[in-house]
């Protein structure tokens, strides 16, 4: 008996599920799915409905009204919560303090140290010649130069990162 009705209702739910999805901007295969389920809790409980038709009509525009209210009254991300390409919070302060400690760090390196790596690290993104031209140095010494302020921010910032552990 359960399995005849669900045969016999499949191509009205289907033709109902199409023509309701579209004004509750839903997908008809969600709406038809949802429909089956609330159908099958009803066998469950009440058994078939006496106009199973009607039911399954007035099933469907009940559906169809929900999904417009919850989509009405919900309001998407911008992005996915859960996205893992999302930073946390936690994870934004950590990338800051990080930023932080590197900007005081080159501003501590010797000479021209601190000019040299800003000009290198800037969202301009400078060429080697503008930037050997705004230190007013050679352009064939900026190389040699940045390894050593390089090494320079390397020693000054190794005690900062390296584990604090206790050693015994």
């Known amino acids: 008996m359960t399995h005849d009705l669900l045969t016999a209702l499949r191509p009205l739910l289907s033709a109902e599920a199409s023509a309701e999805a579209h004004a509750s901007g839903s997908d008809p295969g969600d709406l038809e799915q949802t429909v089956w389920l609330r159908l099958l809790e009803r066998l469950e409980t009440h058994g078939p409905p006496r106009a199973p038709a009607d039911w399954l009509r007035r099933a469907v525009r009940a559906e169809s009204r929900r999904t417009r209210r919850t989509t009405r ?96």
């Open 73 to 168: 009254h919900e309001r998407p991300y911008d992005s996915d919560p859960a996205d893992p390409g999302a930073p946390t919070p936690e994870q934004l302060a950590l990338t800051a303090a990080r930023h932080r400690a590197l900007r005081d760090a080159v501003a501590r390196l010797p000479g021209r140290c601190p000019r040299l790596l800003q000009a290198l690290l800037s969202p301009k993104d400078p060429t080697y010649r503008e930037i050997a031209r705004e230190l007013g140095i050679s352009q064939g010494s900026l190389g040699p130069e940045r390894s050593r302020c390089l090494g320079c921010l390397r020693r000054l910032l190794t005690p900062e990162v390296a584990a604090r552990e206790v050693r015994g």
